[in-house]
């Protein structure tokens, strides 16, 4: 099924005579809001280039999927989500990732050529407007401001674990958690197998990662076909499990940004 890709114009979702987003990648992406089925997208790499001369942007992006019901008209619909007179507002990033939880949906992270972008912002879409706040951690730890790392929801819709990506031209490791209620990050683990690029998903208590690339400036890139599991009520990295995941399931190849 390849569905109809429509513009609408911003602020509506119906389909209208505006333009689509321009080419991108490495677009943060989480669902929509309750109501909606779709996602919401921020920022992405604008430009051809992935190194040196590169361009990201600022934008927010409403995307709308086709309604069950709707089996004549089967297109998506995309529209920019203007921030009205907000003043606060995300700089331009890329590879960066955004998560939705009960309280709001929370932007962390990817590379910027304007700041630093280790603060992680809340987006709440208001009737007006989306309203970004900054969140002010409340602890001395946080987690580095990763590129190409995962951030993966936690099953109490509070929380969202994040692992790995590329800082300083490095892969990173450490499971971290940032807690919504509180606004702050924990580090539940600090080793595990550096990674970016890579895929993470939760499986009951235990968050469960695939594939990546392990990048370190002495020896390059070195990509990864593996299976990890790190089990939260456990506190710690459970390879009985990833082994017995592996000898159960045809691995695939080696890869990144699965």
């Keep these: ?18 333009a689509l987003p321009s080419h991108r990648h490495s677009v943060a992406v989480c669902g929509a809001p309750d109501g909606v089925e779709g996602a919401l997208l921020f920022g992405g790499n604008v430009s051809r280039s992935v190194a040196g001369a ?9 995307a709308a999927l086709p309604a069950e019901e709707a ?23 890329w590879g960066a990732s955004l998560t939705s939880l009960r309280s709001a949906a929370y932007l962390h992270g990817g590379w910027s050529q304007d700041r630093e972008t280790d603060a992680v912002w809340a987006l709440r879409l208001r009737e007006a407007a989306p309203e970004w706040s900054l969140c002010v951690s409340t602890g ?4 580095p401001a990763a590129a190409f790392h995962t951030a993966t929801p936690l099953a109490d819709g509070k929380r969202v674990a994040v692992y790995g990506g590329l ?7 450490g499971v971290w958690v940032w807690e919504a209620d509180s606004e702050r990050w924990s580090l539940e683990h600090p080793e595990g197998r550096p990674s970016a690029g890579h895929a993470a998903g939760l499986v009951g208590d235990r968050l469960v990662l695939f594939g990546g690339v392990d990048r370190s400036s002495q020896q390059g890139d070195a990509f990864a076909g593996a ?10 990295w459970d390879s009985e499990y990833a ?9 695939p190849a080696p890869r990144r940004n699965p």
Excluded: Y
């Design 227 to 236: 299976v990890s599991a790190f089990d939260f009520r456990a506190g710690r």
């Design 71 to 93: 089996a004549d008209d089967r297109a998506v619909r995309i529209w920019r989500v203007s921030g009205g007179h907000s003043a606060l507002w995300p700089v331009a990033r």
């Design 54 to 62: 590169w361009r990201c942007s600022a934008e927010l992006h409403m």
């Design 167 to 173: 800082a300083g031209n490095r892969s990173q490791k």
């Design 140 to 143: 001395t730890l946080r987690a």
């Design 243 to 251: 082994a017995a995941l592996r000898s159960s399931l045809a691995t």
């Design 1 to 18: 099924w390849t569905p109809e890709v429509r513009a609408a114009a911003s602020g509506d979702a119906g389909a209208g005579a505006a």
